[in-house]
């Protein structure tokens, strides 16, 4: 994964990504954008060649509403343990697609550098140096506020994981059940009044049937073809049910074609990412 690590260490130098952002009015839109899909697709490219490598039976659907997406995909294997990472960062396009690479700079550096194995307290990490990184940025723009993640460890051979969220909640299947764990309420968010935030851990038990489902809250945002309504989460639980029973490597279909019966031909109103994978 040398190429990756050659993006993240070119992207690394903050003040050179603040720079850019800054400078986006003074560029042609379309090299902005070229440049940050071409970026984010390799980054993400990465991380999801690490997912099929690591996790066998486990499937992505990325359907970025734009060209770039401010949803990501993290993984990292350290001490026989799997960490997995979704991330909706505020926004769209170019400045979210940047969020999304400060996102896997920031978790790169608590996991495997700073080798913290509670992923409560690395999302605690995760606040702290988001806030850091932004000190001396112009925060006016809304589209670096903030960032709703979901943080997995997982022992494949204890078949335990731990899961803390931030805006975030993962969903279990098992047994014809669908069991969901919350994050916390709060973000990982730029605004000084709120900076040190404490995370909390939940310890799930899965069994040789459970299917975990990762997801930003895209799917659940979008409006049906008349738009006069969203999805909503307690019907994405029922389908994540129902596509349970799927083989894994079919579920993403399931989710396509649930949304296109859904939305029909109205327009993608948010960037949607969804993980599932079986241990």
Same mark, same amino acid.
């Given at each position: ?136 940025? &112009?925060?006016?723009?809304?589209? +670096?506020? $903030?960032?709703?993640? #979901? ?6 051979? @204890?078949? %335990? !994981? ?12 098992? &047994?014809?059940?669908?069991?969901? +764990?919350? $994050?916390?309420?709060? #973000? ?6 709120? @900076?040190? %935030? !404490? ?76 993980l599932g994978f079986k241990i």
């Amino acid at each position: 994964f040398e190429f990756v690590n050659q993006k993240l260490r070119d992207a690394h130098n903050i003040v050179d990504v603040q720079q850019y952002m800054l400078g986006q009015s003074k560029k042609d839109e379309s090299d902005a954008i070229s440049y940050a899909y071409q970026m984010q697709k390799s980054v993400i490219g990465q991380f999801d060649a690490m997912r099929r490598q690591l996790i066998a039976k486990s499937f992505l659907f990325h359907k970025p509403m734009k060209m770039v997406s401010g949803d990501t995909l993290w993984i990292a294997n350290t001490s026989d343990v799997i960490w997995i990472a979704v991330a909706d960062c505020t926004g769209h396009s170019v400045q979210a697609s940047f969020a999304t690479i400060i996102t896997t700079i920031i978790l790169n550096n608590i996991i495997n550098n700073q080798h913290v194995a509670d992923p409560a307290l690395a999302l605690t990490r995760f606040q702290d140096e988001y806030m850091y990184i932004f000190s001396n940025f &112009d925060l006016q723009r809304a589209e +670096y506020d $903030g960032i709703d993640i #979901s943080l997995c460890c997982i022992d494949a051979q @204890s078949r %335990k !994981m731990q899961f803390a969220g931030a805006m975030q909640s993962v969903v279990v299947v098992g &047994d014809g059940v669908s069991q969901t +764990y919350m $994050g916390n309420k709060y #973000s990982i968010d730029t605004h000084k009044s709120t @900076s040190h %935030k !404490m995370f909390d851990n939940n310890e799930i038990a899965l069994s040789d049937d459970c299917t975990v489902y990762l997801f930003s809250n895209g799917y659940t945002s979008q409006f049906n073809s008349q738009g006069s309504s969203k999805f909503g989460i307690d019907a994405f639980r029922n389908l994540l049910l129902k596509i349970s029973s799927l083989p894994i490597t079919e579920q993403a279909y399931g989710l396509e074609h649930a949304l296109y019966d859904w939305c029909g031909n109205s327009e993608q109103t948010d960037d949607i990412l969804v993980l599932g994978f079986k241990i």
